[in-house]
């Protein structure tokens, strides 16, 4: 393959934009974890202290400001939640995609062009 479009600048670019209008639409993402804990409360007599512990209840952790925050999830939002991190991670796969293809056209000098060609 002497002219392999894993290299070719034209193609590079367009990847680049589809790339970038997906990154557009994460704007739903947290930087965090999703969880789901069972738990026990404070009344003594309650059957949780035997075994059946209550939950899962749902959570969501990120780091503000260098601390852990954690927030409660409804069981209505858990999805959404579930989604929110997930769009997080595409995120970072992304960035990971267009540092690639970026520095595929640096390394062949190419110069920052509009994306229309
Ligand atoms: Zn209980």
């Known amino acids: 393959m002497t002219h392999s479009s894993k290299n070719n600048p034209r193609i590079l670019r367009q990847k680049r934009q589809k790339l970038l ?12 974890s999703f969880f789901e804990r069972y738990s026990t ?8 202290h035997k075994g059946k512990r209550h939950g899962p209840r749902a959570y969501l952790v990120a780091k503000r400001e260098g601390r852990p925050r954690q927030i409660y999830i409804p069981q209505r939002l858990v999805g959404q939640a579930r989604e929110a991190v997930g769009q997080h991670h595409r995120l970072l796969e992304i960035v ?17 062009e509009s994306d229309d060609g």
């Open 41 to 48: 409360c404070s009344r003594p007599s309650c059957s949780c």
């Open 96 to 112: 990971d995609q267009i540092t690639e293809i970026n520095l595929r056209l640096m390394g062949k000098g190419e110069n920052n």
């Open 21 to 32: 209008r997906e990154l557009s639409e994460l704007r739903d993402l947290i930087d965090g």
